[in-house]
């Protein structure tokens, strides 16, 4: 087995060196293929440019880029020189890549753009204010030199320049390491053969509740516990093609990239846009598709949109056949034993109870595959196997729709403390309503609030132990402890259940942060603070766990908010009565707006797009805890209503 992510590349690509790599698209939009020939020989390259700049084993080198061809480039010749990359997307703000490239001290950092320089340039210069609790250095104390793989405004490069920054290109550092080659041949796969299992391969960040993220360290045998056994779970082949449109620096796209390479297949580049996505599908003609819930939500609301434009004929055979494929699919998983069992069932009884309906309806399964369903999983492509879902709930009717159309989703679970995979629905036998089971390997046990380990069937908090399981949050053995224990167990802070079978059930989040559909990782707690400094909010509780978009129950502050109606002359019958009224819905509307801004450093999906109002305030022992805190899941019960009703469609 291979030592690192590096060597394990070069394995493959010594083995196929002829196999196509990456299909990326040029100027015109089309396609071009890398084999691994040719990606290993761009990796050596740009890693011996690297090197002439000084990076060596134990650097953090930041990367902040989206989903693109020189990413993985940039990437394997980090973590080919035993450095760590700390990558983040474009849309990171300002103040978040201050902290993170700080924090991680990094005297390089690799960007997509001019857009994220400026961004780098502003703080630097005060035009954008950057606080953090934890950093005591100036942001961008050690900061030098900067590499963009897009070339930059002329003024732009002026700034950087006056401010001490070295700007290079991507090709400069090509052209640097073509002549380092061209003197050691050998020198990338001589570097590589250096490094070991428990080298530090990336600081992948996630928010934290203190404001400042927390950076989760993350070792090559972290990642290459998931290459040496997923690829064999979910049946990858060399040659296959992967459709990729997910944040690269996200830790699932990152490390279905890796089993990409370790299998020895293909990675073709898209972005996550409904007409872009399915152009690119009939193209491409992919085997695997990646995706968060969000994305297979909308492919599945696109086909709704076009039945409901269509004949009433169309409307009607549409739902009648989904209606059938749904029940066939129920019971041939009752025959096939794919439904998740909480507790012993006789196999005789699900086999008698499922014969019959299952015969029945297999005739006119096979009706509605011809006349509706085709038509539909054409536009995935002929050689479509499976796609995969994460960083999130996939929603049972999602699930149930794509059963109906015989399209298999293998649904996993893991966080970006686990490198991330815990488990995934196995391909030869997908138990539907779970996460299929614990990854091989490790260890997981379900817990009571008291630590009391719990039977199948029985939920509570999940915990891991195993060889993926990070290291630590860089600099933060405080924020380790909390959630790490010195015997290896990892507090994922998730509700779940294990089936009799050993499957995992997701059944909610026992911590704080909410995961969107997209995948988006949302602290809650900064955004209710800046939501109570609005004088007419007293309480906030941020919602919207497996959700398209964040809600918010608000609590008003009565006293301001009567009197600002009295001198507005609104009037009203009692205070439940004014709640009621649109020009106050209308005023909280825009504090919500005016505070929850990019202006004060949050990002588009952290927006609150509905709210209820309530007028009875919080209550310790009901909806707060003795030390004041929130207790989300007695509000989840307690306002179940109001909160059904924020995420109706």
């Known amino acids: 087995m291979a030592e690192t992510i590096p060597r394990m590349f070069i394995e493959v690509a ?70 760590a990359d700390v990558p983040r997307g474009c849309d990171a703000t300002a103040q978040e890549i201050a902290y993170i490239l700080s924090w991680s001290e990094c005297e390089v950092v690799i960007l997509e753009n001019d857009r994220q320089l400026q961004k780098i340039l502003d703080v630097k210069a ?20 900067v590499i963009l793989i897009e070339p930059a405004e002329a003024e732009v490069l002026a700034e950087a ?39 530090l391969a990336t600081l992948i960040y996630t928010s934290g509740t203190t404001g400042d993220p927390k950076g989760v360290m993350l070792s090559h045998g972290n990642f290459l516990h998931q290459t040496e056994y997923l690829p064999g779970i979910i049946g990858v082949k060399s040659g296959e093609v992967f459709l990729s449109v997910l944040p690269v620096w996200h830790s699932f796209e990152r490390v279905v990239q890796y089993i990409v390479l370790a299998a020895g297949a293909t990675i073709a580049y898209s972005k996550p846009v409904g007409s872009i996505l399915l152009a690119d599908m009939q193209t491409v003609q992919p085997h695997w598709f990646t995706s968060v819930p969000r994305i297979w939500e909308s492919i599945r609301d696109a086909v709704y949109k076009s039945v409901r434009q269509g004949s009433a004929v169309k409307r009607i055979m549409f739902t009648f056949f989904i209606g059938v494929g749904q029940a066939h699919a129920y019971f041939r998983n009752m025959l096939l034993d794919r439904l998740p069992k909480f507790q012993p069932r006789s196999r005789v009884v699900d086999i008698v109870v499922a014969i019959i309906p299952f015969l029945l309806l297999s005739p006119l399964r096979a009706l509605g595959k011809v006349l509706v369903f085709r038509k539909v999983t054409s536009k995935l492509g002929t050689r ?28 996993g679970y893991g966080l970006t403390e686990t490198a991330p995979v815990l488990g995934v629905r196995l391909r030869a036998h997908p138990v539907t309503g779970t996460v299929g089971p614990i990854h091989r390997g490790t260890e997981i046990r379900i817990v009571d609030e008291h630590g009391k380990i719990l039977p199948p069937g ?125 020009e106050v819905k209308e005023l909280i509307d825009s504090e919500i707006n005016l505070l929850i801004s990019s202006k004060n450093g949050f990002k588009p999906f952290e927006r609150i797009f509905r709210f209820a109002l309530l007028a009875e305030p919080f209550q310790p022992g009901r909806e707060l805890s003795a030390k004041q805190e929130i207790k989300r899941h007695a509000i989840n019960e307690l306002y179940r209503k109001e909160i059904k009703a924020l995420f109706a469609e």
């Open 458 to 582: 029985k939920k509570g908090v999940i915990q891991v132990r195993g060889p993926q399981v990070m290291m630590g949050y860089y600099k933060r053995p405080d924020l380790t402890a909390r959630i790490l224990s010195p015997d290896g167990w990892l507090d994922t802070g998730d509700l779940g259940m294990l089936t009799v079978n050993g499957e995992i059930k997701i059944v909610g989040r026992a911590k704080d942060t909410i995961v969107l559909r997209g995948g988006e990782n949302i602290e809650p707690v900064p955004i209710e603070q800046r939501l109570s400094e609005s004088p007419y909010i007293q309480q906030a509780v941020v919602l919207g766990q497996d959700q398209k978009y964040l809600a918010a129950l608000i609590v008003p502050r009565q006293e301001a908010l009567t009197e600002w109606a009295q001198e507005n002359e609104i009037p009203f019958n009692d205070y439940p009565s004014l709640l009621e009224q649109p």
């Open 161 to 199: 320049e006056k401010a001490g920054i070295s700007v290079l290109v991507f090709q400069d550092i090509m052209e640097k390491g073509k002549a380092r080659i061209q003197q050691e041949p050998d020198f990338y796969l001589k570097e590589a053969a250096k490094g070991s299992r428990g080298d």
């Open 14 to 83: 010594q083995r196929q060196p002829d196999v196509i790599a990456q299909l990326s698209k040029d100027r015109n939009g089309q396609f071009q293929p890398t084999t691994y020939r040719t990606l290993l020989e761009l990796t050596g390259t740009f890693a011996a440019g690297l090197a002439g700049l000084g990076i060596k084993r134990g650097d953090r080198v930041g990367l902040i880029s989206d989903n693109r061809k020189e990413w993985l480039i940039a990437d394997l010749a980090i973590l080919g020189l035993g450095a």
């Open 126 to 145: 005060g035009r954008i204010t950057f606080e953090s609790k934890s950093l005591t250095s100036k942001p961008y104390e050690l900061l030098n030199t």
């Open 384 to 411: 479509f196997i499976a796609g995969v879902s994460g960083g999130g709930a996939l929603p049972p009717a999602v699930d149930r729709f794509f059963d109906a159309l015989g399209v298999l989703i293998l649904e």
